[in-house]
């Protein structure tokens, strides 16, 4: 993440190195866990093997968004790309979240804690949020003219990347927290977080939500239509799409409308979808 700051081909190279051991380690953890797994094991051993078994690909996906991040660092380094000095402070507000959710996560791994892999889920839930409300930062300043289109790219895919690097994070806290309770309802669990009055939510929400600018009233908020920048970035970003492969243009689309979605509408929908195309 540092490298976003400034830019250290050595550092580069330490985590592409690193990431290819993680593939390696991946596959050699898994392939000894099945081996394992034929044997007789106490029931201990067991819950780790599971433990290990669930969280591996995870620990290897985050591996992968590390390098999405490098090439988005050396991207905006070879480009001499510059973001505005309020996308900086936005995005260093989001990397210290991220940051505090990877230090916990393998802290509640290495330690076997439990109480620390329930601290992994509320703040996974902040950065959601704070994601969503950085990409409507820059939509704003795209309306603006403050920001280039190539610059939106790259922003995107950094949120991107960070967000999901999160998500892996969850995942690793909940496996073990579910190993813990010999299973339990992981959707329940999740929305429970969510949805109720979560101290920790709330204070996690509190504590990153409080170094952005919020609107001070509802009235400050404003529906703007998209304007002739906008609907170039979404082309030229379906057309950069058309070169990678797995592309069918018939499966390409862009959803909305004249008026606003509420949110509780749009996870509505999410998930109706999901549920829909049967994936979890």
């Known amino acids: 993440i540092g490298l976003l700051d400034k830019y250290d081909s050595s550092v580069?190279?330490?985590?592409?190195?690193?990431?290819?051991?993680?593939?390696?380690?991946?596959?050699?953890?898994?392939?000894?866990?099945?081996?394992?797994?034929?044997?007789?094991?106490?029931?201990?051993?067991?819950?780790?093997?599971?433990?290990?078994?669930?969280?591996?690909?995870?620990?290897?996906?985050?591996?992968?968004?590390?390098?999405?991040?490098v090439e988005s660092a050396e991207e905006i380094a070879d480009k001499k790309m510059e973001f505005s000095e309020d996308a900086r402070r936005e995005l260093s507000v989001l990397r210290d979240a991220i940051r505090e959710i990877l230090d916990i996560t393998e802290a509640a791994f290495l330690d076997n804690d439990i109480e620390k892999a329930r601290m992994v889920e509320p703040l996974e839930q902040v950065i959601d949020e704070l994601k969503e409300y950085l990409r409507d930062c820059h939509i704003r300043r795209l309306q603006r003219g403050e920001c280039t289109i190539e610059a939106g790219f790259v922003w995107s895919d950094l949120l991107t990347n960070l967000e999901r690097t999160s998500d892996h994070c969850s995942n690793i806290a909940v496996a073990m927290i579910e190993i813990n309770h010999g299973g339990f309802d992981t959707h329940k669990y999740l929305n429970s977080i969510k949805n109720s009055n979560n101290k920790e939510f709330n204070e996690r929400t509190e504590?990153?939500?409080?170094?952005?600018?919020?609107?001070?009233?509802?009235?400050?908020y404003r529906d703007v239509a998209l304007?002739?920048?906008?609907?170039?970035?979404?082309?030229?970003?379906?057309?950069?799409?058309?070169?990678?492969?797995?592309?069918?243009?018939?499966?390409?689309?862009?959803?909305?409308?004249?008026?606003v979605f509420h949110r509780t509408t749009i996870n509505r929908i999410k998930e109706q979808s999901i549920k829909l195309a049967g994936v979890k």
């Open 12 to 69: 580069v190279t330490k985590i592409e190195d690193a990431e290819n051991k993680g593939d390696r380690y991946e596959d050699r953890t898994g392939s000894y866990l099945m081996k394992l797994a034929s044997g007789a094991l106490s029931e201990d051993e067991s819950a780790e093997a599971a433990k290990i078994q669930r969280v591996i690909g995870d620990f290897e996906r985050i591996s992968d968004h590390a390098v999405n991040i």
């Open 207 to 220: 504590v990153h939500h409080g170094e952005l600018k919020e609107p001070k009233t509802a009235s400050s």
């Open 227 to 259: 304007g002739q920048n906008i609907n170039k970035l979404l082309s030229d970003y379906k057309e950069s799409q058309r070169k990678k492969y797995g592309y069918i243009d018939d499966n390409w689309f862009i959803f909305g409308r004249v008026d």
